[in-house]
């Protein structure tokens, strides 16, 4: 793999990383469009460049690209034809499991003949670099939240256009005065049942993107703490699942985010007041952590048996009471001396606590990106410069951006990113 371009990969920004990533592959992958469609739905969204096969009205779609995952190994990859828009094309699908979930690329080829192992191995690198370096933007969920937002706006504009091209068959169908009423109705029959298929995979996708699963939630946590602790000589300890705690109940996807957040950020405070207050001691260090769905909220614990000096204000560093607040989430600190301490969390789940909306969910990636750089004081000189933009599109995007929140400045702009977290 050459090294250069992966440093060029995590320097260009997250919106411009399935671009690069195309560009770095060209050579030794020739294709016309790539995909990609992240293992958690709820997170990142579908998104494809390049030239679409087929008529130029008929794009690929996120369930085109979903209908792989079942054929590609985990942290492998796969070969082979495949429907795209319509067209029976020679794809390459890659899968990355390394945070965790499988995110997955695909190449639509220009070429038929299979893609020698040389050159699938450092793609297969190239792709695991790009979801591990995304891992960070997860924790915050916010934006976590606002990406989710975005993918779900591009699902239901396919839920549209597949019911307009439905409706649109079926007419042309019942007005051919070539058909006799038989083979208008078989042939009607038929769209209509491709249809209602096509549509039901488009609103699973839809919904995968609204919410998660309480227990599916609990096993991501599960895998970014054995990721945290397995260097620091720390025992993992997880709570029980079990039918009773409703682990397959769906669970809004801001909820499950905000949830995931708190507690890893939990666990790092947990790892430094240890280390601090333990100091020799030669005791074995653990973390239980506990997740439990209720039927108005859910609640999570995570207990340590450090010296018992962890406080409130460790964790407000931290952020874990200002990211808990726009979702009504309550915290409690238990510190004994000498014992340990528990920290507990519950965030309501009945529609009583629905926060305000997010306004910043109206935004664009770019858009995003323009407002950070507001929120930074900067000019949009300076902003065309660190975006690699030039300087009256950058002028666009905040015109935009101030139409969009609703506000009359920049400055006012600027407020409402540090209020939502996008500064």
């Not at 407000?316 to 004994?336: C, F, I, K, S, Y």
Request: glycine share 8%.
């Amino acid at each position: 793999m050459d090294l250069m371009a992966a440093v060029e990969l995590i320097q260009t920004p997250l919106s411009e990383h399935l671009a690069r990533l195309s560009s770095a592959l060209a050579e030794t992958i020739p294709h016309r469009e790539i995909a990609q469609l992240a293992g958690d739905c709820s997170y990142a969204s579908f998104k494809i460049i390049g030239e679409p096969p087929g008529r130029p009205s008929v794009a690929i779609t996120a369930t085109d690209v979903a209908a792989l995952r079942s054929l590609v190994p985990s942290r492998g990859s796969w070969q082979g034809r495949a429907p795209m828009a319509g067209v029976d094309m020679p794809v390459l699908a890659l899968a990355s499991d390394i945070t965790g979930q499988s995110a997955l690329l695909v190449l639509i080829r220009t070429e038929a003949p299979p893609v020698p192992e040389e050159h699938v191995t450092p793609a297969r690198a190239l792709w695991d670099l790009v979801t591990a370096y995304r891992e960070g933007p997860r924790s915050e969920p916010l934006a976590a939240s606002r990406a989710a937002a975005a993918a779900r706006a591009v699902a239901i504009a396919e839920l549209r256009e597949a019911h307009g091209a439905s409706l649109t068959a079926l007419l042309r169908v019942l007005r051919d005065r070539a058909l006799d009423d038989a083979n208008s109705r078989a042939r009607s029959v038929d769209l209509a049942v491709s249809a209602v298929a096509e549509l039901r995979s488009r609103v699973e996708l839809d919904r995968a993107l609204m919410e998660e699963r309480a227990g599916n939630a609990f096993e991501r946590l599960a895998v970014s703490l054995r990721q945290i602790l397995r260097s620091r000589g720390v025992r993992l300890e997880l709570g029980p699942s079990d039918a009773e705690d409703r682990t397959d109940r769906p669970l809004p996807a801001d909820i499950t985010h905000t949830a995931l957040a708190v507690v890893r950020a939990t666990v790092h405070a947990s790892l430094d007041d240890q280390v601090h207050g333990l100091g020799g001691d030669d005791r074995e260090h653990r973390l239980h952590i506990g997740w439990k769905v209720g039927t108005d909220e859910l609640r999570a614990t995570v207990r340590d048996n450090g010296p018992g000096t962890l406080t409130r204000g460790a964790l407000d560093t931290r952020r874990v009471t200002e990211r808990l607040a726009p979702l009504g989430g309550r915290l409690n600190v238990d510190a004994v001396p000498g014992w340990g301490t528990t920290v507990t969390f519950e965030i309501p789940l009945s529609s009583s606590s629905t926060p305000c909306q997010d306004p910043l969910t109206k935004l664009g990636a770019r858009e995003l990106e323009v407002l950070g750089q507001l929120a930074r004081g900067r000019r949009n000189r300076d902003i065309a410069q660190t975006l690699h933009i030039s300087e009256s599109t950058v002028k666009f995007h905040v015109a935009r951006i101030i139409g969009k929140l609703g506000v009359s400045t920049r400055g006012e702009a600027a407020a409402l990113a540090h209020q939502w977290g996008a500064a």
